[in-house]
């Protein structure tokens, strides 16, 4: 979520820098690109291991910087429910007869971006 701050000036935040794993900066991306913000990611290699592996995936250029084109091609949905509470997401919630949660989803072709709350009721 931590990336998400940037979509919006509420925040007060200008720039988001992580290191997290390759599917985590696809989410990351594919969140920003709906917010039409700027992304760019790049491999970091922990050991020999990993590089071997993505040599084997056809990745020549280990040092390559992506921009988010090149890592979000057409289309994409994202969606992330809140655990815990943040400035955008309310955590889960538990009341006597249900869990009430929060899920940001957004879908780039259409500009969808809406909070969903979410009424469940605890099955004992």
């Known amino acids: 979520m ?28 594919a969140a920003l690109d709906t917010y039409d913000c700027h992304f760019q990611g790049r491999f970091i290699f922990d050991n020999e291991n990993d590089i071997n592996e993505a040599k084997s995936m056809g990745i020549k ?24 509470s943040s400035d955008i997401l309310n955590g889960i919630k538990f009341d006597k007869h249900n869990y009430i949660s929060e899920t940001l989803i957004t879908h780039k072709d259409s500009k969808f971006k809406k909070i969903i709350k979410n009424i469940n009721p605890i099955h004992e």
């Open 2 to 29: 931590g990336a998400i701050y940037v979509s919006d000036p509420k925040y007060n935040v200008d720039m988001f820098l992580g290191i997290g794993g390759g599917p985590e900066g696809v989410l990351s991306a």
């Open 61 to 84: 250029d280990l040092n390559k910087k992506y921009d988010l084109s090149e890592i979000i091609k057409g289309d994409s949905i994202f969606c992330a429910t809140g655990i815990t």
